[in-house]
């Protein structure tokens, strides 16, 4: 059982330093900035419908 658990981890690290493909540091800037503008543009959405949805409600059911 321990050479089966000391086997999967030597080809796990095996795999990680040898056939993975790290991003270069451009690239994951460029992903990490992708990635903040898609945030704020669907917060930004999700934001406008909150107050549409608000100002119906508020038609519908006034105080």
């Not at 095996?14 to 493909?21: A, G, I, P």
């Not at 992708?34 to 945030?39: D, G």
């Not at 608000?54 to 105080?63: F, G, L, R, T, W």
């Amino acid at each position: 059982m321990l050479k089966k658990i000391v086997n999967y981890c030597k080809a796990c690290y095996d795999e990680l330093v040898h056939k993975t493909t790290w991003p270069t540091r451009k690239e994951l800037t460029q992903s990490a900035v992708l990635v903040l503008t898609a945030s704020l543009i669907i917060a930004v959405v999700v934001w406008l419908m909150d107050v549409v949805f608000k100002a119906v409600m508020s038609s519908i059911y006034p105080n």
